[in-house]
Nanobody, 126 residues
Framework: VQLQASGGGTVQTGGSLRLSCGAS????????MGWFRQAPGKEREFVGT???????KYTDSVKGRFTISRDNAQITVSLQMNSLKPEDTTVYYC?????????????????????WGQGTLVTVSS
């Protein structure tokens, strides 16, 4: 699956942004589609993910502020980010993964995702 992300930008603290990501070519429906973020010099960090059945999970720091959703027919995933904080500033990546030997609880690991979009920069100014 080739993914293309969009929607990054600059917003003030407390503001909102919506990131979108879609498959560039028609493909089978991924088991999971999610979002990660990565600051310079740091490891890629899990943000949230959602299964094809609609089950989702988030990292603790974004719970209650970010909402992930997907459209299986269009093979797209979105990340609605509200109440943004300066510490949310970084590059965000969408990703898709297949079913594996691991349960859904393991899908915070970047290694379980085999398709990645290009990053989109989110900047939250104080």
């Amino acid at each position: 699956v080739q993914l293309q992300a969009s929607g990054g930008g600059t917003v003030q603290t407390g503001g909102s942004l919506r990131l979108s990501c879609g498959a560039s070519v028609r493909t089978s429906i991924p088991y999971v589609m999610g979002w990660f973020r990565q600051a310079p010099g740091k490891e890629r960090e899990f943000v949230g993910t959602v299964t094809s059945g609609g089950t989702s999970k988030y990292t603790d720091s974004v719970k209650g502020r970010f909402t992930i959703s997907r459209d299986n027919a269009q093979i797209t995933v979105s990340l609605q980010m509200n109440s943004l904080k300066p510490e949310d500033t970084t590059v965000y990546y969408c990703a898709a993964g297949k079913r594996s030997q691991y349960t859904f609880s393991a899908y915070h690991r970047p290694s379980l995702y085999d398709s990645w979009g290009q990053g989109t920069l989110v900047t939250v100014s104080s």
